[in-house]
Nanobody, 115 residues
Framework: QVQVVESGGGLVQPGGSLKLACAAS????????MNWYRQAPGKERELVAS????????NYADSVKGRFTISRDNAKNTVYLQMNSLKPEDTAVYLC????????WGQGTQVTVSS
């Protein structure tokens, strides 16, 4: 049974930091590219960051480049998203995805950036 479970969201002030985690099971995690998406109310789902199966390649949306860092631990079947210098426009549900949009999805974790 495939499971993809995000954690680490919450309420943070502008300029603050959060670290999201996504724990996966039920598939061969180490062979999958992993992605973080986000979806804000009334907006389309946006690809935020991606990481290759080995972790040697990463890619970021322009809106988060230099502030967010994606990483993974294949021994723990977990992918992370370190988010620094958070802005109100980063407020969204953050979703973990394995492989592609046709792959496996988590339920998401809410991130709210507000004073």
């Amino acid at each position: 049974q495939v499971q993809v479970v995000e954690s680490g969201g919450g309420l943070v002030q502008p300029g603050g930091s959060l670290k999201l985690a996504c724990a996966a099971s039920g598939f061969t995690f180490s062979t999958y590219y992993m992605n973080w998406y986000r979806q804000a109310p009334g907006k389309e789902r946006e690809l935020v960051a991606s990481i290759s199966s080995s972790g040697g390649w990463t890619n970021y949306a322009d809106s988060v480049k230099g502030r967010f860092t994606i990483s993974r631990d294949n021994a723990k079947n977990t992918v992370y998203l370190q988010m620094n210098s958070l802005k109100p426009e980063d407020t969204a549900v953050y979703l973990c995805n394995a492989g592609s949009i046709m792959g496996y999805w988590g339920q998401g974790t809410q991130v709210t950036v507000s004073s």
